[in-house]
């Protein structure tokens, strides 16, 4: 069992920091997490992915947000972090948490898990 729990979503002004996080939990078997990533879903608009990072802390960002917002990770924690600075109305949305989580006991298995998404709005 994969669970993904987001916390920090919410109402910020324009020019405003936001701190998402995303914590993953597993029961019943070992496990390995790999990339793990944010994403995002506005109204009337596809989700896509924000930014994500490996298990090795290589990341990779939309360029929308390149410069504004930056992705950690706490391993030990199986944490994921997203530090928004600068946001704009058009970052409204509700963001996901994403992980790519393999499960060792049988049957082995690997894929990805989604959190039930957290409200950012950017508004004044």
């Known amino acids: 069992q994969v669970q993904l729990v987001e916390s920090g979503g919410g109402l910020v002004q324009p020019g405003g920091p936001l701190r998402l996080s995303c914590a993953a939990s597993?029961?019943?078997?070992?496990?390995?997490?790999?990339?793990m990533g944010w994403y995002r879903q506005a109204p009337g608009k596809q989700r896509e992915l924000v930014a994500e990072?490996?298990?090795?802390?290589?990341?990779n960002y939309a360029d929308s947000v390149k410069g504004r917002f930056t992705v950690s990770r706490d391993s030990a924690k199986n944490t994921v972090y997203l530090q928004m600075d600068s946001l704009k109305p058009e970052d409204t949305a509700v963001y996901y948490c994403?992980?790519?989580?393999?499960?060792?006991?049988?049957?082995?298995?690997?894929?990805?898990?989604w959190g039930q998404g957290t409200q950012v709005t950017v508004s004044s």
């Open positions: 994403n992980a790519d989580v393999a499960l060792y006991s049988y049957p082995a298995r690997r894929a990805y898990h």
């Open positions: 597993v029961s019943g078997s070992s496990f390995s997490i790999y990339a």
């Open positions: 990072i490996t298990s090795g802390g290589s990341t």
